[in-house]
């Protein structure tokens, strides 16, 4: 197994333990990995320009799963995970910023075919709400399920709009192809 799929094996498998831990513990717990998973992304994408994307598509998801909270698509029923009001609980806002992480690593080969990168979202991202629902994280109507999925193409839209093509080409070229340990 090569370095770089070393480094995704890593990254999806950093991914991974953030949602069973964001969902099955808590938060802090998830914090944990996202801050593993943050290391290793920075250690093998140095790039601020990707960054700042990586932090608009992660503001945008969290926005609008604000906005789904507010208008009763969904609930959560733990209150004392929530910061405020206003915003999604922290633990979501962790899966939504490790979600972008994997988008560089992981996603990647996934990203560069975009047709098939939305419909990926499509139906991955609301099968992990109804994992989370199932597990007791949040609680939504099954027909509701129809904004989850209106949500996770406009992120999957976005993605693709701002990583164009092969995400390759915003990548740093240090040491050949990428950074790595």
Request: aromatic content about 16%; charged content about 10%; proline content about 4%.
């Amino acid at each position: 197994m090569s370095r770089e799929q070393l480094n995704r094996l890593l990254n999806a498998v950093l991914f991974q333990s953030c949602w069973f831990l964001a969902i099955l513990s808590d938060w802090y717990l998830a914090l944990c990995a996202f801050a593993l998973l943050l290391v290793h992304f920075v250690r093998t994408n140095a790039s601020t320009h990707n960054s700042l994307k990586l932090l608009y598509i992660a503001c945008i998801g969290i926005l609008i799963d604000s906005l789904l909270m507010h208008l009763g698509v969904y609930q959560f029923p733990n209150p004392e995970l929530r910061t405020n009001d206003f915003i999604i609980p922290l633990w979501l806002i962790i899966m939504w910023c490790a979600f972008t992480l994997t988008l560089l690593s992981s996603l990647q080969w996934f990203l560069a075919k975009p047709y098939f990168f939305i419909c990926l979202c499509c139906i991955s991202g609301p099968a992990s709400y109804l994992a989370g629902r199932h597990f007791g994280a949040l609680h939504f109507a099954d027909a509701s399920l129809i904004f989850i999925i209106l949500e996770w193409f406009v992120v999957g839209v976005l993605c693709t709009a701002i990583f164009p093509s092969s995400p390759k080409e915003d990548l740093p070229a240090q040491g050949g192809k990428y950074a790595s340990y």
